[in-house]
């Protein structure tokens, strides 16, 4: 295997044992939505926008900062520069922890004003009240779950990705079993009101960060001890050098979540106000709410494990390839992960969206199904372009085109600013995703045009690849006509007959699309490095021991 091969690999390997622990800790997050709906029932609709709001305050509190610190950390790991690299962990972690604690106060004041803006007029007076106690309570993970991001940081820098792929399941785990165990103690046991389930899940993402911090402190202790360099030795770097380097990389992050944020925080807000306006009533708000908000939201988020996963990836080896100056290896890592984002993730789209109906059926019941399977397919759609442009975002930023990055950001807030209520009133639910696909293109065409001038990207070659990765998807959907042909409506019947039905599609699709795309244009070894031979699978494997 060439060295050219390897590196290509290696990008690849870590996103995908990457993808192993972000899949886990997503399937888990699936799999509590059944139980947990069935102890809170209507009220989950509390948790779904109190949980949005603490995600919007911990994008902006986090701010980038995690891939800032993976960036440098990479860039003096390259240099084997461990003075600098402990210096880098010091600053960092102060950094994040004060702006956990500002985050949290913010947050924990203004949850009045966000649910007085949040909660349809003319709702029980009560649902005021329990939004705000929700808001108060998830407030308090904004303590914690930067730090835990700071070690996260730290480890995808030094590419240390196995590490950073198990404290995501990890974190999961103890969420999800606190809040399962605790909500049904309240609700089965001690006879409570359904509202503390969803009390106790909001309480679940702060324990879960202080136990993977318990854990990081552990694991630090040793892997820092076995790091063989000078402890006495000083950086040549100074605190305020290096944390300007930081916030160099930090700071277009900073602006850009908090243009992003804000967007995202105006879409929630003034969401009922556009819907009433145009005349849709409280009920049926509510209903769309909790599923843009928690049920479809948490399905989407099965092909956002790519995103996630390559972006983790990309980062450190893009930070270490420009380190060295080599632009042929810079462009070599866009190249792969635009690539292999792609070829996953389009043929999943696909798939999800013409069995979308059996998916949300099984996972989540028959309950207001027609309306979930109509936002559930918009909402899967509108995937295909926001995984691009985060993957294509985040390239822009490590190749420092981040003046270039917050104009689009400001662009995009601004369209959002003018036309979302607007869209919403004319044209109801329907306009939340028109502006959506507007918002991700207004990123993704400029983006291509900057990267391209950047390093030169083969424009030629990426197109006919993307070409061949959607003629393979034809056997998708030949397979999803032809279940409809046949009539079977399995989410008509049980849940487990739905997932049957989906596991034996599912399948079928895959393996199809594999099949079209390794023996007629031979994509997997083209981006993967992948033989389906007997030695080619075991070399592929072996990489992720």
Same mark, same amino acid.
């Given at each position: ?34 139980? %947990? ?20 305050? +911990? ?37 994040? #922890? ?16 966000? #649910? ?43 590419? $240390? ?44 993402? #702060? ?37 300007? $380097? ?19 925080? %105006? ?209 998708? +959907? ?21 997932? +049957? ?29 992948? $033989? ?14």
């Amino acid at each position: 295997m060439t060295r050219k091969t390897v590196n290509k690999q290696n990008v690849i390997i870590g996103a995908l044992t990457g993808s192993a622990g972000i899949f886990i800790t997503k399937f888990l997050g699936l799999l509590y939505l059944v139980p %947990f709906n069935e102890m809170a029932q209507g009220d989950s609709y509390f948790y779904g926008n109190a949980y949005q709001i603490y995600n919007y305050a +911990l994008n902006i509190c986090q701010a980038g900062l995690p891939f800032a610190i993976a960036t440098v950390v990479a860039k003096y790991a390259a240099r084997d520069d461990y003075p600098t690299i402990m210096l880098v962990r010091k600053i960092a972690r102060r950094l994040l #922890s004060v702006l956990g604690i500002l985050s949290f106060l913010v947050v924990f004041l203004g949850a009045g004003v966000l #649910s007085n803006r949040i909660v349809p007029a003319g709702s029980d007076p009560l649902d005021f009240s329990y939004t705000q106690t929700t808001v108060r309570i998830v407030s308090f993970a904004l303590i914690f779950v930067p730090v835990l991001s700071y070690y996260r940081g730290f480890y995808q820098g030094m590419k $240390e990705m196995k590490i950073y792929s198990f404290t995501q399941v990890l974190e999961q785990l103890i969420r999800v079993g606190f809040l399962l165990g605790a909500g049904a103690i309240c609700v089965y046991i001690m006879k409570l009101a359904r509202i503390w389930a969803v009390y106790m899940a909001v309480v679940s993402t #702060s324990l879960s960060a202080i136990g993977c911090i318990i854990y990081f402190l552990k694991y630090d202790r040793e892997y820092m001890s076995q790091i063989d360099y000078d402890h006495k030795a000083a950086s040549r770097y100074s605190g305020r050098d290096i944390l300007l $380097e930081t916030l160099g990389f930090a700071v277009p992050y900073l602006l850009s979540a908090v243009i992003a944020n804000a967007s995202n925080m %105006f879409i929630l807000l003034m969401f009922k106000d556009g819907l009433q306006a145009g005349g849709v009533d409280g009920e049926k708000i509510k209903i769309y709410q909790t599923m843009i908000t928690l049920n479809t939201e948490k399905i989407v988020a099965i092909p956002q494990i790519l995103l996630l996963a390559f972006q983790a990836s990309l980062v450190p080896h893009l930070a270490s390839a420009m380190a060295r100056e080599n632009v042929r290896e810079v462009r070599d890592v866009i190249h792969k992960v635009i690539l292999t984002v792609n070829y996953l993730a389009i043929p999943l789209l696909t798939f999800m969206i013409i069995f979308s109906k059996p998916i949300y059926h099984f996972l989540l019941g028959s309950l207001n199904l027609e309306e979930a399977d109509y936002i559930l397919r918009r909402m899967l759609a509108i995937q295909y372009l926001y995984i691009p442009s985060c993957v294509l975002a985040s390239t822009l930023i490590t190749l420092r085109k981040r003046k270039q990055y917050l104009i689009m950001e400001a662009v995009r807030l601004l369209f959002v600013l003018l036309f979302f209520k607007p869209f919403l009133t004319r044209f109801g639910i329907k306009g939340y995703f028109f502006c959506k696909i507007i918002e991700f293109t207004i990123i993704i065409v400029p983006s291509i045009r900057l990267i391209h001038d950047a390093c030169r990207l083969n424009m030629k070659y990426m197109e006919s690849q993307l070409v061949k990765i959607v003629l393979s998807c034809l056997p998708i +959907l030949v397979i999803g006509i032809a279940a409809k042909l046949l009539g079977f409506n399995p989410y008509h019947a049980s849940r487990v007959r739905s997932l +049957l039905y989906c596991l034996f599609n599912g399948i079928l699709c895959m393996a199809s699309y594999l099949y079209v795309s390794a023996r007629v244009f031979n994509q997997p070894k083209e981006l993967l490095g992948l $033989e389906f031979t007997k030695d080619g699978l075991r070399n592929f494997l072996s990489s992720f021991r």
